[in-house]
């Protein structure tokens, strides 16, 4: 069976690749509803659906795999930076600061419709503009949620993490997507 990711995100690719199965990836017809329009939890799961059947309308015979992901502060969602100054602003905010992660994910194909949200915490240290400038010039976060990457330099900012799956933090919670997978590995 074809497994399709429905994403464009290079993150999502590169961690989906970790797991050593063939698939495209394509990008969903679908417009998400923005931060604030459903609850963080319920938005999160309402716009991977959304990815998930829009590229499954298209391609019945496959498999198809998305993932949404917003990031909480104190019930205010933090979006991408998309700029240096916004990503600097938002990593002083986050200072001292819990972050909870909300990631999405679904897998739909025509044996299965699996869905949820996996949660993760990262507890940022008190953070200096200079940790805040250096950082930024040197991993450039501005397409990340939350301005970090914590599979760069990014994990330098935080106190301690705290979830079952890390890769969620990423955006593609890989424990649980492999577990959905199994089925079709061993077929």
């Known amino acids: 069976m074809q497994i399709i990711l429905a ?3 290079s ?3 590169d961690l989906l690749a970790r797991l050593q199965l063939p698939f495209t990836q394509l990008a969903p017809a679908f417009e998400e509803l923005p931060p604030g329009s459903l609850p963080a939890d319920e938005l999160v799961l309402h716009n991977t659906l959304g990815k998930a059947h829009s590229v499954y309308a298209e391609h019945r015979d496959a498999c198809v795999i998305a993932s949404d992901q917003l990031a909480v502060c104190q019930e205010t969602v933090l979006g991408k930076p998309h700029t240096v100054e916004a990503a600097c602003r938002q990593l002083r905010e986050l200072s001292g600061q819990r972050v909870t992660f909300l990631t999405g994910l679904a897998l739909i194909s025509a044996e299965r419709q ?3 949200v996996i949660p993760f915490d990262v507890c940022f240290r008190e953070l200096s503009e200079t940790d805040i400038r250096n950082y930024v010039s040197r ?5 990340c949620a939350g ?3 914590s599979e760069s330099l990014g994990i330098s900012l935080f ?3 705290q979830g079952d799956d890390p890769t969620a933090l990423i955006g593609l919670p890989l424990i649980r997507l492999s577990t959905w997978l199994k089925p079709l590995k061993d077929g």
Do not use: A, G, I, N
């Open 139 to 143: 991993d450039m976060p501005m397409d």
């Open 147 to 149: 301005s970090f990457k």
């Open 11 to 13: 993150y999502r690719r």
């Open 114 to 116: 699996l869905s949820d």
């Open 7 to 9: 994403s464009t995100s």
């Open 159 to 161: 106190e301690r993490m």
